[in-house]
Each structure stands twice: as structure tokens, then as C-alpha cells.
């Protein structure tokens, strides 16, 4: 990629040559053939930037007035601004990929964090970046991280600013989610840096998303409703990228999309977050469309459309041909028409299976909405825009049409993709309020209805966030709520026993990590805890078992395989405990741990001489460590060599009464 300096000098004569442009075809003469033919940089700029959470009817143009969101209204006037537009997913990861790639989340498969995006699947920035275009991602969250929990949603960017593999922190900022401030920031600085285009750039402003912590001044002005004021924050970082923008030349050919990813449920439907329903609180969101030289501006589009529209749109206003497969369709003919016909809005979520609930489908059409459940509803949105009195009847034709309609929409259906399940990005998913993903029920149809779950659901995020913020009370307090609802909440059990380990109560820890395997068997996750728990409270053949069954479920998990490996040593069986350190050494050859257990099995197990000359490396390079030099002594000791034991012992002594 050329890096080319950002001179004042050739900004000012890309703008005489685009003057000199326009003006030649406004006289009608034939474009000068003096001048050089039209550089790439002619195609507008496109600028995405979707805001987490973000409710439609919670920002001041959409028509509420407890917020001031000075930028979106800006926008809104220099664009055109829809009032009627869906996402298919109450969920960020799933509800982004849909964007990105204007599908369906049952036709992409990211129904859940960490299922990869196929590489089948076409990016926006995949599409753009074939037409000359630099692209670059720019996240709020590590829900959004390719590394981790959004594999595959990089293709395409040049550049995709994920998280640090090691956490600056124990903070979340940095660590889990960033302000939205530094988010544009870093956009800031990349396209400083390139400032060569057209560039596709995405901005991730995660900063409404609960918990709500809006910094200063708007926690202060908003702190009796704080994620409206998240809200005003999220607006003012972005007028101070849109100010960037203009600065430098960047925002008037540009065409700038800006959309919510979900909305948030604020309790309606007792729904307090997102991601369990389909109703209008969590799926309507703003979206923005501005248009170079802001054409079309201030223009309001009420027909209904989807978030899964934009991609198509863009494509279509820069010629790229759109694969006849997109489920979402340019919204270019709707700019112009005055009555624009309504376009049907379908809704999918499976995040209630984390919880083992049953899964949502729903269709928003002719103002009628339907919602597939165990207990079906529809609502006439007409009379009843709040989504309250369900008027879903088996013989109503207007149900069987829409029940309809999903079922011709499952035939298009990606094959299920599992989710990760190493573990390690379960800590993450916690930190941001999400539960770990368990083994999802193959058949669906005999699972509870969410809408008799939610108050667990509740209560289980309420919790995950104390946790988080190691507020212990006020987890536990809600787990126990969790589990007086419903003591076999496998969820509640998993997280309760967690907590209790953290707390040192290991006795009620591996107690309630056993009932969550009873209800759910195949959890290497809760098994690892329970024998986390059993180890600590010196149970070795409880620990044993449990470790035992986790990594049967999960081979790959190498501090279950370390602790497993320590257990075995307890239990004084050093062959059993030699195959784990081994085992582990193949996940990870350079664990000073498992290297250390393999020395320790083999003194066990009086095999001196094989222990001996990997402690005399690790002496080498781990010259700090106490136990390198305990067991140097040892199997000097065992070789009969009793002055290099003693030596080595010594070594050991005084490294140990350092610590
Ligand atoms: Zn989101």
C-alpha cells in the first residue's frame, strides 16, 4: 500500500481538479482532454458506523426529547434518515454479520459468538476492497474481535483494529470494550496515516451498551436515565469523527451510513437488556444514509426496511454488482419514490438456547407482526405499536401466512456451525455480560417459551456484571433468586459455583458445579470448575473425575490438563500424571509448568536419570524459579550426586525466602 504525505498543497488540487470536473460537465463541453483522466480517488469515500444498542426511538431525531444527539440530527438533515428500519438480530455479533454481509443470520450461520464467518460469505469490505478501496475496521468491543469471538468478520479489511492478545489491564476498558472516544481516535490516526483512497472505513461505537458508565459531563447531565446519556456520548464522538471528516476533505463526497445494531429491551416485555426477543424495543434501530454532496438531504423514508439493506445500497450507488443471493436490497429506489412500499423484516435469535429456552423467529409485515414461540403471538401493529395484546389465534390467516413465510425462510438455512469451545473466550464473553455457551438441545421444539424465562434472564445478566465488577453480594443474591425460580437453572448452578470458587468456598462450590453437570452433562466448562473446586478442597479422586470428564468433552484445554497432571501426583500415581504434563507439553511445547511436572512424575517415579537434563535447561532459563532448583536437588539426590543436590538446594532455599 503507498503511503502518501497529507500535504496541504494536494488537497487543495484534488479540489481544483474535482471544481474543474464539475464545472465542465455543468457547461455541457466536452471534458477537457488536457486534464488527466479520473483518478480512483473519484469514487466517494464510505464511512459505516454502526452504534451498539442504540434504540430508534431513543435519539432526538427519531422523536424523543430527553436526549440531545446534535450529530445524528445533523446527519439526518444532510441525508436521508429512515424511520422504519430492522435489524434481524438483537444480538452484536450476529446483527453486525448480518450488516456486513447483507444476509440473514440463518443464512450466514453466525448465530452466536465465535462461530466463524465462511469465507463463502462476502463482506462488505471484501466487495470494496476488489474495487480499489482501503478498508479498515474499527471495534468498541471484543465481541468483535476476529481473533477471538468474531472469526471471519475481518475478510476483506486491510486493516482491523483488534484487541491486545494481553490485556493492558484488569479493567474493561482496553481490556473488553473501549470508549467510543478512543475507537475514533484510532480511525483517526489510520486514516491519517493512509490517506490515500476511496476508503471503506467501519466504526464500532459500543459505548451504549449496559453496563451504563457514560463519562464526563454526560454521566453528570444524564444521571437519572445514564444509557440515554451513553446515547449523547456515542453522538458526540461522532461528530467529532464527522468534524475530522470534513477537515480533511473527506465528508462532503462521502457517503456516510450510520446504523444502531440492536435496540435495548429498558424492560419492556420485562425484558431489561437485549437479545432474548424479537419485539420492536431490541430490533427497530435509526439508520442514516448520507449521500455525496449530500444529496437527497433531509429527506425522511417511512416505508419499512432492514438493516441487511445497506450493504446492497452501498453497492449499488458505487456499480459494484450485488450477488443475486443477498437476502437485503438497495435502498436507491426508495430515495426518489415518494410511496415507497414496505419491505418484510424477518427476526431470529437462538440466543435464548445459551439458557436452554427455545429459540425466536419472527416476521414484521403489512404491520402485523408474528413470532414464532412455544406460545406463538401476533400483534396487529396498527393498534398495538407497543407489541401487548397478542391476539394470536391458531385459525387466524394472518398467523398461518406468516408462519409461512419463516418456513420457506428455513430452506435457505445455513448448516449448523458449532461455536468454539476451548474456553478461553468465555472469560471475555463474561466480561461483557454474556454467559458461556453450553450444549444447545438438538431438538428445539420441547424447550420452555423465553417469555416465561425472562426474569432469570434478568437476574443471570444482573449477576454477570456484579461479577464482573466483583460485587460478590449482589451476584450471589440474584443467582439465589435465580435458582428459588428454579433450581435446576443449569446457567445460575454454572455461575453460582464459579463465584463460590472465587470466594474460597470450595465445599459449595463443587457441590452446585455438580448439580449444573447433572442438568447439563456435556459442560467441560462447569466439569473444569468442579474440579478446580474438589482439588482445592483436597478431594484428588473427586478432582480426578471431574478434570477427567471435562477433557473428554474438550481435549484442548491445557490448565485442565496442567491441574489434572497435579492431581495424579497427589493421587501418587506418576505415570498417570506423566501422560497429562505430556499431553500438555504437545498443546503448548514451552509450558514451564508441564515441564516441571513431567521432571516431578519422574522422580516419583524414581527415574532420576530422565528428569535430570531437562531441570538442567530450565536452570538455565528459569533461574529465578524455587521448584526448578527443589527438584534439580532431588534428582541430583536420587543420581547419588549429593553436592550438586546440595548446591541445587541451596539455590532453592534462597530463591524461596526471596519471594
Ligand atoms: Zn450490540
Redesign the pocket.
Known sequence: MTRLPHSYASLISMRLFRLAWLLALASGLAFATSLAPPRKTSLPDVFLITI??LRADHVHCYGYDKVETPTLDKLAASGIRFSQAYTPS????T??TSILTGLLPSVHGVTDFAIPLSSEHETWAAFLQKKGYHTAAFIG?V?LDSKTLAPGLDQGFDFYDNFPEHAPSKERWGRVERRGMDVVDHAEKWLTAHPTGPHFVWVHL?DP?DPYEPPAPFAEKYKEHLYDGEIAYSDSVLGNFISYLSKHGWYENAIVMVVG??GEGLGEHHEDT?GIFLYDSTTHVPMIVKLPSQADAGKVVDAQVRTIDLLPTALDLLKVPAPATLNGESLKPLFTETAATDRTAYGETDYPLRFGWAPLRSVRDHGFKFIQAPRPELYDLHVDPKELNNTYAAQNATAAKMRGMLSALKQNAAPKTEADSSGQNSDKLKALGYTAPSGAAADTSSLPDPKDKIEQQNLLHTAMIASDDNRTADARGALEKVLQLDPKQPTALRQIGELELKSGDFAKAAEHLKAAREVRPDDSTAAFYEGQAREKSGDWPGARDALEASLKLTPGQLPARLLLGQVYLKLKDPKAAEDQFEAAQLLDSKSVEAQLGSAEAQIMDNNFADALPPLQSLAQTEDKNPKVFELLGRAYKGLGKNAEAEQAENRAAALSSNH
Open positions: 451498539d444498542t438483537p444480538i452484536t455479533n446483527s453486525h468491543a465481541i459500543y451498551h445494531d440492536h437485549h
